[in-house]
């Protein structure tokens, strides 16, 4: 079993910046598959960033260039860096987990296919 808690989100104004976190349960954190979603009011899940055990990323076309994600296996934690945040990026962000994999050719897997969830944590960008 995994369970996954975020920090880190909170409200900023246009063109700032915040790092989420989230910490992982798990004794084979180091080989799953991580990443991030949002979810606006009104809109579907998207998917954000993702990285593998291998360090393998995929990011979303809307956060090229300004987000991060990355992640600490000593602590077994998951970090998304995001710059210059626009209001359009306001939502509740969740950190998923798969212990068997997340990335593929074409990026990361849709939020169906991820097997752990935490709880969410809401960033709100403002003009």
């Known amino acids: 079993q995994v369970q996954l808690v975020e920090s880190g989100g909170g409200s900023v104004q246009s063109g700032g910046s915040l790092r989420l976190s989230c910490t992982a349960s798990g004794p084979e954190y180091s080989s799953y598959c991580m990443g991030w979603f949002r979810q606006a009011p009104g809109k579907e899940r998207e998917g954000v960033a993702a990285?593998?055990?291998?360090?393998?990323?995929s990011y979303s076309e809307s956060v090229k260039g300004r987000f991060s994600i990355s992640r600490n296996n000593a602590t077994n934690t998951l970090y998304l860096q995001m710059n210059n945040l626009k209001v359009e990026a306001s939502a509740i962000y969740y950190c998923a987990a798969d212990t068997i994999g997340c990335l593929s050719n074409g990026g990361m897997w849709p939020s169906d296919d991820f097997g752990y969830w935490g709880q969410g944590t809401q960033v709100t960008v403002s003009s």
């Open positions: 990285i593998g055990g291998d360090g393998r990323t």
